[in-house]
């Protein structure tokens, strides 16, 4: 059974109601052989998001939107998109002969455009969306002032726009649970929006209120320099995000604005969790070792929570009998610029086999 339609009964949809799954859920937990080992931690998982259908953590949310579409009679709808969640809506959508229209941002890698593109969706490129913090809030008003004179639908993955959607992505911590069999210690997620922290973490507070577990992990909020929303906030004792004018080149990680961040914030501060800062360098020398070390295949976004790890083991946050897991949120094919520049560091050479001699290769 698809792990989403198992828990159809914790998310916000009639019970009658049918998700039209893809495949989403039931993504491998995958312990590391190399990374985890190297800095003495007996116990590093990765959580392979990257492996739903469209190769994130967004299908789940896509899922239950698109369901609750189907749900409420809605045929067609408007969303952004700095990629990952365009691709998953306008495949779920074209399943389900919904229209969708994506406002997409200046830095939206090609391979996401090219995926949004092939499964049917209608793009528009809104010039410094992402890219500056006055007119990304000036853009998210005015597609939501948009969406009401039309009396359609704006879907954004967050919980400030698209609450119960979000909550496919709280599923994430049901599984982690019932795979290990247990609770992580810590759990290191990728934080842009903040959304996806805030749903594993509600998640994981389903299961206590259930009494499904008894005891709850730390929820530890990791962000590129640039992208620095929740982590100096959590640091100084902040209740509220702050905004930033710097934009990460880490697509998908590009919220300069509060949209769930500080829903976030208040996450880890309840989790008695704590952030982490990592540069853009950091996260694609991470993404070269989980392919090279690991044989984990994720795009920059998807090595932020390694990263993360990393990071904290160097400041001795994390203890060497600790379960620890990493959210891969995910897959490489979606950004594949940074992958062909480590890809173009070693050469493909042409040879003979008439001539070809064993010194040229290890056998």
């Not at 969706?121 to 969306?129: E, H, I, N, P, T």
């Amino acid at each position: 059974m698809i792990l989403l339609e198992k828990y159809l009964n914790y998310l916000p949809l009639d019970s009658d109601s049918s998700l039209g799954t893809l495949g989403e859920g039931n993504t491998p937990l995958v312990e590391s052989s190399s990374i985890g080992k190297e800095v003495g931690m007996r116990h590093l998982f990765f959580k392979s998001e990257h492996m739903n259908p469209t190769g994130s953590f967004k299908d789940r949310f896509a899922a239950v939107e698109v369901a609750l579409m189907r749900q409420a009679g809605i045929k067609s709808f408007i969303a952004t998109s700095s990629g990952n969640t365009g691709s998953a809506l306008a495949a779920y959508s074209a399943r389900h002969k919904i229209k969708c229209q994506i406002f997409i941002n200046d830095i939206t890698p090609a391979n996401k455009l090219t995926q949004m593109l092939i499964y049917g969706a209608k793009l528009f490129r809104v010039k410094g969306f992402g890219i500056s913090e006055e007119k990304s809030r000036f853009i998210f008003q005015r597609l939501q002032d948009l969406s009401e004179q039309c009396e359609t639908r704006l879907v954004i993955s967050a919980y400030e726009y698209s609450s119960a959607g979000m909550e496919g992505v709280k599923t994430i911590a049901y599984e982690l649970v019932e795979q290990m069999k247990g609770v992580p210690n810590l759990v290191f997620v990728p934080v842009g929006g903040g959304g996806l922290l805030t749903a594993i973490w509600r998640g994981f507070l389903d299961l206590k209120a259930q009494k499904i577990i008894s005891v709850l992990p730390r929820i530890v909020a990791v962000q590129p320099q640039l992208n620095d929303t929740v982590v100096t906030p959590f640091f100084n004792g902040s209740l509220k995000a702050q905004t930033v004018a710097t934009t990460t080149a880490v697509s998908g990680l590009a919220v300069q604005i509060d949209i769930d961040a500080t829903r976030a914030l208040h996450c880890v501060r309840e989790s008695n969790g704590f952030g982490i800062l990592v540069t853009d360098g950091a996260c694609l020398k991470v993404q070269q070792e989980l392919c090279l070390r690991e044989g984990l295949y994720v795009e920059p976004a998807g090595a932020v929570s390694v990263a993360g790890f990393q990071e904290a083991v160097a400041q001795k946050r994390v203890a060497p009998h600790e379960k620890v897991v990493c959210i891969l949120s995910g897959h490489g094919f979606k950004d594949p610029t940074s992958a062909n520049s480590i890809a173009e560091e070693s050469e493909v050479e042409e040879v003979d086999l008439n001539k070809i001699k064993l010194g040229l290769f290890d056998c």
